[in-house]
Nanobody, 126 residues
Framework: QVQLVESGGGLVQAGGSLRLSCAAS????????MGWFRQAPGKEREFVAA????????SYADSVKGRFTISRDNAKNACYLQMNSLSPEDTAVYYC???????????????????WGQGTQVTVSS
């Protein structure tokens, strides 16, 4: 059974940093794109960042460009999101996601992701 487990969320002051991790199990994800999405209270889930299976291609939402960095370690079947210069607007539940096998294009659309983690809360205080 495919499973994605996020960790690394927490409470941080504005301007601070956090590093989220996503551990994948049940199959290897080294050949499929993975992404991070977030959902704030009362808002729809939104794209944050995505990375190709090889890690050579990335995509970011405009709101996080220059502050967040997505990476992956295929040997560990893991994906990461380094978040710097955090602001209260970044407060949300962050979700890790993986595309279905056979799809190689990096995507910012949640509908294109077949596997999701349970989410980790990130709270940024002002």
């Amino acid at each position: 059974q495919v499973q994605l487990v996020e960790s690394g969320g927490g409470l941080v002051q504005a301007g601070g940093s956090l590093r989220l991790s996503c551990a994948a199990s049940g199959r290897t994800f080294s050949n499929v794109p993975m992404g991070w999405f977030r959902q704030a209270p009362g808002k729809e889930r939104e794209f944050v960042a995505a990375i190709s299976g090889t890690g050579t291609s990335t995509s970011y939402a405009d709101s996080v460009k220059g502050r967040f960095t997505i990476s992956r370690d295929n040997a560990k079947n893991a994906c990461y999101l380094q978040m710097n210069s955090l602001s209260p607007e970044d407060t949300a539940v962050y979700y890790c996601a993986a595309r279905r096998t056979g799809f190689t294009v990096v995507s910012g659309a949640a509908k294109n992701y077949a596997h999701w983690g349970q989410g980790t809360q990130v709270t940024v205080s002002s």
